[in-house]
């Protein structure tokens, strides 16, 4: 497993921009798929989007599909979300995961590392 630390989540206006962070510990880090999900109150943990091991292929939600884009630095260690056009409906917690066998996936389960999460707060 790899450790992972999310970064950047904060408070902000409805229509504005936040960029999340998350740092991976170890050399193995370009040898996982990673990808960004986000669990609301009340509401189970949703994936928002995944990367390929090179960066080259992207699978996007279709939620935040034309908002949110993820990227990542294998040099750097770090997979990050750009997050634009922030809705109110955004709100959550957001937790990088990472998956060392297989492709990118919208199943929880087939991750086995996690970050411990980063709140992100969208005022109307």
């Known amino acids: 497993q790899v450790h992972l630390v999310e970064s950047g989540g904060g408070l902000v206006q409805a229509g504005g921009s936040l960029r999340l962070s998350c740092a991976a510990s170890?050399?193995?880090?370009?040898?996982?798929?990673m990808a960004w999900f986000r669990q609301a109150p009340g509401k189970e943990r949703e994936f928002v989007t995944g990367?390929?091991?090179?960066?080259?292929?992207?699978y996007t939600g279709d939620s935040v599909k034309g908002r949110f884009v993820i990227s990542r630095d294998n040099a750097k260690n770090t997979v990050y979300l750009q997050m634009t056009s922030l809705k109110p409906e955004d709100t959550a917690v957001y937790y990088c995961?990472?998956?060392?066998?297989?492709?990118?996936?919208?199943?929880?389960?087939?991750?086995?590392?996690w970050g411990q999460g980063t709140q992100v707060t969208v005022s109307s």
């Open positions: 990367i390929s091991r090179s960066g080259g292929g992207i």
């Open positions: 995961a990472g998956r060392r066998v297989g492709t990118v996936t919208q199943e929880k389960s087939a991750y086995d590392s």
């Open positions: 170890g050399s193995t880090f370009s040898t996982y798929v």
